[in-house]
């Protein structure tokens, strides 16, 4: 029997199709999902969905139909238990890689052997996580949860031609830990990295300068690394672009992150102002938990065995949609302790997901 999922829940977009897939592979349900992205200006797959697909099916040795450009309906049918191997994907666009891990990462954890994975696309896109803060800020609460990743930025892409490549090989473990991330410990210091690819190399180091004046202004140690890649470097992206990511460490070893990818015509300073107060906002708040990781965390959570519990600094409706889709998949327990837009404690009480 189908579960079906409407994709125009919550907040609608193809954070549904990811983690629906993602959850679909690891407890063996098979799925329709319809009204994919309905709520977007470009409804329906796009190549990065596809690519995303493509991979966790391969793992969950899935029959999919519906998957093409455009569609606003697949069925996905995982028929074995979850293989390991090496795997190439490319989404041949500037497709995020990053997104495309948020949901193949659940899926390798529980696999019968280890996986290594290739993705070609974009490591530095709007609307969606750098591969620095995936290998920054999720990977150490991963690994608190006893997830084994390691991830590896071989080359940057970014709109529109993409062509970034990065690595993942994953150990599966038989179960995951839950965590308990409620107390904020207070900020040790600020790093971050100030990047660009084919750019003037001065656009790199004012958002890094701008970055460092205004947060120590505020009182913190500071820190930001520049890196100004020309196409000689094999690390080099294929078309121009740049960016930063600030990132606090707490007191505890926990990190807060936020990130701002550069624009044409809009100035390098107000790049890193924006950044800038958006991460002293989140450290404003108090808690040990950003707001993109609250929504990240939601999937790892369900699946671990026994209660976990975190304080986020900001609900978003990307947050409140996987806990949505979590609880129809697994039937968890799960309180929130606040609403969208404020601080909020979040408690998920996990099913305990063992490799077969």
Request: aromatic letters at 4%; proline letters at 5%; hydrophobic letters at 40%.
């Amino acid at each position: 029997m189908l579960l079906e999922i409407d994709g125009s829940m919550g907040e609608g977009g193809g954070q549904i199709l990811r983690n629906a897939v993602s959850l679909s592979a690891v407890l063996l349900k098979p799925i329709k999902i319809k009204n994919i992205r309905v709520k977007r200006d470009n409804p329906g797959l796009r190549p990065q969905h596809l690519t995303a697909v493509k991979a966790v099916a391969t793992l969950a040795s899935a029959e999919v139909s519906g998957l093409s450009v455009g569609s606003l309906e697949i069925i996905f049918k995982p028929m074995k238990r979850l293989q390991g191997g090496s795997l190439k994907f490319d989404a041949g666009t500037a497709g995020s890689t990053t997104l495309m891990l948020q949901s193949l990462m659940p899926t390798m954890c529980f696999t019968s052997s280890p996986v290594s994975i290739e993705l070609r696309g974009g490591t530095n896109n709007p609307l969606a996580p750098p591969i620095e803060y995936l290998q920054e800020v999720l990977l150490p609460v991963i690994e608190k949860m006893g997830g084994r990743f390691k991830i590896d930025l071989v080359k940057r892409g970014f709109y529109p031609r993409g062509g970034g490549v990065v690595r993942a090989q994953s150990t599966p473990v038989d179960v995951l830990k839950p965590i308990r991330l409620v107390d904020f410990k207070g900020v040790k210091k600020i790093h971050g990295l100030s990047y660009s690819c084919r750019l003037p190399g001065h656009i790199v180091e004012r958002m890094a300068a701008t970055a460092e004046k205004i947060l120590r202004g505020e009182g913190y140690d500071v820190e930001i690394s520049r890196e100004a890649l020309q196409q000689n470097d094999p690390k080099c992206s294929i078309d121009p672009g740049c960016g930063i990511i600030l990132l606090a460490e707490l007191n505890d070893g926990m990190i807060l992150g936020v990130d701002k990818l550069g624009e044409k015509g809009v100035p390098a300073e107000r790049i890193a102002e924006e950044a800038s107060r958006e991460l002293l906002e989140e450290i404003k708040r108090e808690a040990p938990v950003d707001k993109h990781l609250g929504d990240q965390l939601v999937i790892w959570a369900c699946l671990a065995d026994g209660i976990s519990e975190y304080r986020v600094t900001n609900l978003t409706k990307h947050t409140s949609t996987s806990l949505e889709l979590c609880r129809l998949f697994t039937n968890s327990r799960i309180e929130v302790d606040g609403v969208e837009g404020r601080t909020a404690k979040i408690v998920i009480e996990g099913i305990g997901l063992r490799r077969s």
